[in-house]
């Protein structure tokens, strides 16, 4: 994803997996056929791109801890979830280069968040931009709404959202 900042200090006040319904989570992440595993606290996270506390991929399995940012959880989730199936089972903690398939993830992690009860997508880009996300328009929000068209429609052909920008559920 873009370049971040996560020694901000406003980042230590975003949502973590510890403070969600971990299980909700995890169905939300098996009905793309994905799975998620938890790993010890303290314990460095397979397949982790960032490294600390960000989530990491290897496969079709998402690796998170407890103190992992659900906004670092969905995207890394929605990496794997735009890429076609055959490609998935390739995927070690960089799942692309295409900064088209980056886009599309940003753009599906915020509508992921409104699955989750308690998180949403109005606290899942304040956590993006907390985090030090960095947007073309300043914000998370701006970019969402205003300059992310390629994004949704590229979501939309993939039949990931519907014409309305929706997640289409699966
Ligand atoms: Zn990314």
């Not at 929605?78 to 088209?100: F, K, M, Q």
């Not at 886009?103 to 956590?127: F, H, N, S």
Request: overall charge negative; some cysteine; hydrophobic content about 40%.
């Amino acid at each position: 994803m873009q370049a971040q900042n996560h020694d901000t200090a406003d980042g230590a006040h975003v949502l973590r997996l510890e403070d969600i319904d971990e299980d909700i989570a995890r169905d939300l992440l098996a009905r793309y056929g994905l799975g998620l595993q938890r790993v010890a606290a303290g314990k460095p996270i397979p397949g982790s791109f960032w490294g600390d506390e960000e989530a990491g991929i290897i496969g079709t399995t998402v690796y998170a801890r407890g103190d992992t940012p659900v906004h670092s959880l969905l995207h890394e989730a929605g990496h794997l979830i735009v890429l076609p199936a055959e490609r998935r089972t390739n995927v070690h903690t960089n799942a692309t280069d295409s900064i088209e398939e980056e886009d599309a993830t940003c753009y599906l992690q915020i509508v992921l968040a409104d699955e989750l009860p308690g998180v949403g997508r109005e606290r899942l880009m304040a956590d993006m931009d907390a985090w030090g996300y960095s947007f073309r328009l300043g914000s998370t929000r701006a970019w969402f709404g205003e300059d992310a068209e390629n994004a949704r429609r590229w979501l939309v052909e993939r039949q990931l959202l519907d014409g309305q920008g929706q997640l289409i559920h699966r």
